[in-house]
């Protein structure tokens, strides 16, 4: 069976790439005025976003998940459609499980566990009569039916999973842009491009979006059209 994936997402390299060509080539055209920045991208990603979406609770949560899957296949996959779908639910509840569920998982892994001794016996048997080709057939059905089961709650755990790494990094990058665009606002860049599509040009902010995000400096200070070193430029 397929085990869960945890997949980082890597659409801020591709989205703003293909932003900032498209930026790029509005500057062109824009008045000599404007001020340019780039913030190196994969930094941040590397940096930040992968660290932060690596804090959040989902690694755990598709641990857990997987656990579950697991401890289904392992020890319930021989039980017949109710009581398998019995033993979902009660696996399903908030540990530690009450007492009579507990009896209950119980009674049902005994079950389990007498299907299996009885399938094996029977599937190592080669003279087989009617009866028992008959009962044969019936648990292997019941077997595949429950792998079948499982790969159906497998997918819809995995869509689960999904969806909350995407919000996670949603959550991640909605703080990513609003950083670059208050360091952008402070030092008065009306333009910000992905460094890694800039050829040459630009003040570089990475380190200023980073002790932004981060509260920790991360490099030295960006100029800003008060500055003499932004006046000195301006000024050739």
Known sequence: MPRLTNVLSTGLLAV???????????????????????V????????????????????????????????????????????FDEVVQILRQTRPLPAKSVKRERELRQVNDQNEERFLELQAKLDRTP???????????????????????MVDLQKQLDARQQQVYDRVMSRVQEAITQVAAEGGFQLVLNKLVVVYGGDDITDAVLEKLTGKPAGGAIATPDTP???????Q
Not at 42 to 55: A, H, L, P
Not at 229 to 235: D, L, M, P, R, W
């Open 229 to 235: 070193e932004a006046e000195t430029e301006e000024g």
């Open 131 to 153: 009866q028992e080709q008959d009962e044969f057939n019936r648990l292997q059905a019941s077997v595949e039916e429950r792998e079948k089961q499982l790969k159906t709650i």
């Open 40 to 83: 190196n991208v994969k930094q941040i990603n590397d940096v930040y976003v992968k660290v932060e979406v690596g804090r959040d609770d989902t690694q755990e949560w598709a641990r857990q998940q997987q656990d579950y899957l697991d401890e289904l296949r392992n020890k319930y996959v021989y039980l017949g459609q109710d009581a």
């Open 16 to 38: 703003l790439g293909m932003a900032g060509l498209c930026q790029l080539a509005h500057a062109q055209t824009a008045a000599p005025a404007v001020r340019i920045a780039v």
